[in-house]
């Protein structure tokens, strides 16, 4: 089942969403040659056409995970005070090494697929993105999409500043976060991977006694029988391995999406950082012409500059010329006060937004990590009865002798 937050809210109210199947296909791509994709099946119903034991048939369209990507940078570009939920990953990287990391596999294009619905969810829940009509379009609209998108020229707005000092402490600290979370679930990953190859290594050891138990009641008239019951007990044990390790994935994906999360939450720290750079910008540009006034009403140069020793060497201007000059500062002076008002409302109302938008991210992520790590408990406690369980069954198999 696919996961997702406060599920009452935004479109969802209106719409039922899902990705209900994968599909690969073959085709050409931009520069015409032949390649094998996967394409998602969207499909969307009206919720007040939904009555007791009627259910309409969906509004169906497909989708390339490129296009999801494409969504979610209009998405991170438009709204950059918005924690926009991450993508499921193109290719499997955080594996252990008997599952295939092949983007075409099966068992992997399943993943992804509930990782795209809920992505989708999550989006569709934002009480700021679900009014988006891109990507309402997304969800309805087969043709034309596309170029709705470009339209809009979001790839222009696409600019990050990464030497800036940010100077609001709250997102520094969000940052730093951010940088660590990242480094702990990466770890996290790393480890489970470990402990699920060895994991994989015991199961299917148990097989081998499986086999010996076999052979071995092939010459023992009494106890035969006994051991063949063991053996069974056994083998049963070690096939069942991988629908544990790839229910086991599913856990692991929960974690993935966090720390695909850190890049959205250092995606806002940027873009506040470039807000802070361009108030900057401005505030020092309305200095410069502040200086520029004084120094032609008093006469006085405070620092070297080229007009100073122009003037010195070619004579002073004309007073209709510093007239013209004066009025000229004073309209630049008027419209850069007017900027950096305008861009300190930016610098608030973005903090205000951002933050907002941070604190309901926050109590998401403690919400499903909390989940994701109870589910992996109790997996871990089930397969570990399991164990006890297949060693009872033998023994009691080998009490019978």
């Known amino acids: 089942a696919s996961r997702m937050v406060e599920i009452d809210k935004g479109l969802l109210r209106k719409m039922e969403i899902s990705v209900a199947e994968a599909e690969k296909r073959t085709g050409k791509n931009a520069v015409n040659m032949q390649e094998t994709y996967t394409v998602y099946l969207i499909e969307t119903r009206p919720v007040d056409t939904i009555t007791e034991g009627v259910t309409p048939a969906p509004d169906s369209l497909w989708r390339r995970y490129s296009e999801f990507e494409l969504l979610r940078n209009y998405l991170l570009v438009t709204y950059p005070f918005v924690v926009v939920a991450p993508l499921p990953e193109k290719r499997a990287e955080i594996v252990w090494h008997k599952?295939?990391?092949?983007?075409?596999?099966?068992?992997?294009?399943?993943?992804?697929?509930?990782?795209?619905?809920?992505?989708?969810?999550?989006?569709?829940?934002?009480?700021?993105?679900?009014?988006?009509?891109?990507?309402?379009?997304?969800?309805?609209?087969?043709?034309?999409?596309?170029?709705?998108?470009?339209?809009?020229?979001?790839?222009?707005?696409?600019?990050?500043?990464?030497?800036?000092?940010?100077?609001?402490?709250?997102?520094?600290?969000?940052?730093?976060?951010?940088?660590?979370?990242?480094?702990?679930?990466?770890?996290?990953?790393?480890?489970?991977?470990?402990?699920?190859?060895?994991?994989y290594g015991v199961y299917k050891v148990h097989g081998n006694y499986g086999r010996v138990f076999s052979e071995w009641s092939a010459i023992e008239k009494e106890m035969g029988d006994g051991l063949q019951s063991a053996g069974h007990h056994v083998d049963v044990y070690a096939a069942s391995v991988d629908d544990i390790l790839e229910e086991e994935e599913h856990y692991a994906d929960q974690l993935k999406e966090y720390l695909f999360y850190t890049d959205a939450l250092r995606a806002v720290c940027r873009k506040h950082e470039l807000t802070q750079f361009e108030l900057e910008t401005a505030a020092q540009d309305l200095a410069s012409k502040k200086q520029q006034k004084e120094e032609l009403v008093t006469g006085t140069v405070r620092t070297f500059s080229l007009k100073g020793m122009t003037s010195k060497l070619f004579g002073q201007e004309t007073a209709e010329q510093r007239e013209a000059k004066l009025q000229a500062l004073e309209q630049q002076i008027e419209e850069g006060e007017e900027a950096v008002k305008e861009k300190n409302k930016e610098s608030d109302d973005f903090v205000k937004t951002a933050w907002e938008d941070i604190e309901c991210f926050k109590e998401q992520k403690d919400r499903d990590l909390k989940e994701a790590l109870i589910s992996y408990a109790i997996m871990q406690i089930s397969m570990c009865k399991k164990g006890i369980q297949v060693w009872t069954n033998a023994k009691e198999c080998f009490n019978k002798m």
């Open 99 to 199: 599952l295939s990391a092949d983007n075409m596999d099966p068992d992997f294009v399943e993943r992804r697929r509930v990782g795209l619905e809920n992505f989708l969810l999550r989006v569709a829940c934002h009480p700021v993105l679900c009014n988006d009509k891109i990507f309402y379009m997304f969800l309805t609209e087969e043709k034309g999409w596309k170029e709705m998108v470009y339209d809009t020229g979001f790839q222009a707005k696409k600019v990050l500043i990464y030497l800036v000092t940010c100077s609001c402490r709250r997102f520094t600290e969000l940052k730093h976060y951010s940088d660590e979370l990242q480094t702990v679930l990466s770890q996290l990953l790393r480890v489970r991977a470990r402990v699920a190859d060895r994991l």
